[in-house]
């Protein structure tokens, strides 16, 4: 089945520091690859997407380019600040069995991300 | 505010209890997802419902159940509540089913089995 596989968390950097957090994932076909963000007491909330191989999302400073050679999607920001503290998810959803999608999110375990002052 | 509303934001359940969780969205969103939120496994689909009337499983459904008589609400309900249930419940909304469509989340509510 699909799977999503994020790096091993907690991250801890200090403010302006480069941030990578690495993500693959196992799907058939060409799914659909996103970042979610929780910050701390409130749901889920989009951070940026991917829907073909070699598409970029951006958002807020971050990047993440969908490579299908490597089936990777990894989060990228070039100086992080201390608001960018959160659990950050990386999510697929596939394209189902006849070509039909529901939109079904597949996630991964979550990274905790903490930026010091 | 145009959003999904969750109720309650949490709860302690005993053991064989009957509970459920409420979610609303003013959006007029078609699509409707129940997640469940456990550390160190992300979040994981428990059930949805693409549109009015129609309901479907997710990865983890049973001891589970979920009805959508109108577009807005989508309750999920316990029918005997079991300690493994204890978790964080995340309900979502989507314009339309489909891969490329955003999802939008409720705060959540937080169920404690005993």
């Known amino acids: 089945g699909d799977s999503v596989t994020q790096m091993e968390g907690p991250v801890t950097l200090s403010e302006e520091a480069f941030l990578t957090i690495n993500c693959t994932y196992t799907a058939t076909g060409y799914p659909s690859l996103f970042w979610y963000v929780q910050y701390p007491g409130e749901g889920l909330q989009l951070l940026l997407k991917?829907?073909?191989?070699?598409d970029k999302g951006s958002n807020k400073g971050f990047e993440a380019t969908y490579r299908k050679e490597t089936t990777s999607f990894h989060l990228e920001k070039g100086s992080v600040q201390v608001s960018d503290s959160a659990v950050y998810f990386c999510?697929?959803?596939?394209?189902?069995?006849?070509?039909?999608?529901?939109?079904?999110?597949?996630f991964g375990q979550g990274t905790i991300l903490t930026v010091h002052p | 505010i145009a959003g999904i509303t969750q109720a309650p934001t949490s709860q302690i359940l005993a053991a064989g209890r009957r509970m459920t969780l409420r979610c609303t969205q003013d959006?007029?969103?078609?699509?409707m997802y129940w997640y469940r939120q456990d550390l160190g496994l992300g979040l994981r689909l428990i059930h949805y419902s693409n549109t009015a009337g129609t309901t479907g499983k997710g990865e983890v459904p049973d001891g589970y159940s979920v009805s959508r008589a109108n577009t807005d609400d989508f309750p999920l309900t316990l029918a005997s509540a079991v300690p493994s249930q204890t978790s964080v419940y995340f309900c979502?909304?989507?314009?339309?089913?489909?891969?490329?469509?955003?999802?939008?989340f409720g705060p959540g509510t937080r169920l404690t089995v005993l």
């Open positions: 979502a909304s989507s314009r339309e089913a489909g891969r490329y469509n955003e999802q939008f």
């Open positions: 991917a829907t073909k191989a070699d």
């Open positions: 959006m007029r969103h078609n699509a």
């Open positions: 999510a697929l959803s596939p394209l189902e069995a006849g070509g039909t999608s529901y939109g079904k999110l597949t």
